[in-house]
């Protein structure tokens, strides 16, 4: 089992900022690739960036250009830089390690990103 603890999560305004970080327990982190969701109430959980294990990365079309996602292996550490937030960016962010077909993290409980004037 791989426990994942995000945090990084809070209040900002738009076009504000926001660093989210997740800890991976274990010592398998390094060799899956590393997701970033998040969700809405009513709406189902969806991928917004991954990281491979080697370092390439990818992006929904609603956060191109604004949000990084990273990785520091030695940490067990993945990271997502959020920037020019905007209110349609607001949900629970979670993240899960996996291969290009299955997450095998067990889902932490998230870190809400609010945006909001």
């Known amino acids: 089992q791989v426990q994942l603890v995000e945090s990084g999560g809070g209040l900002v305004q738009p076009g504000g900022s926001l660093r989210l970080s997740c800890a991976a327990s274990g010592s398998i982190f390094s060799i899956y690739a590393m997701g970033w969701y998040r969700q809405v109430p009513g709406k189902q959980r969806e991928l917004v960036a991954a990281i491979t294990s080697s370092g390439t990365t990818t992006y929904a079309d609603s956060v191109k250009g604004r949000f990084t996602i990273s990785r520091d292996n030695a940490k067990n550490t993945g990271y997502l830089q959020m920037n020019r937030l905007k209110p349609e960016d607001t949900a629970v962010y979670y993240c899960?390690?996996?291969?290009?077909?299955?997450?095998?993290?067990?889902w932490g409980q998230g870190t809400q990103v609010t945006v909001s004037s």
């Open positions: 899960n390690i996996g291969n290009s077909r299955v997450n095998i993290g067990s």
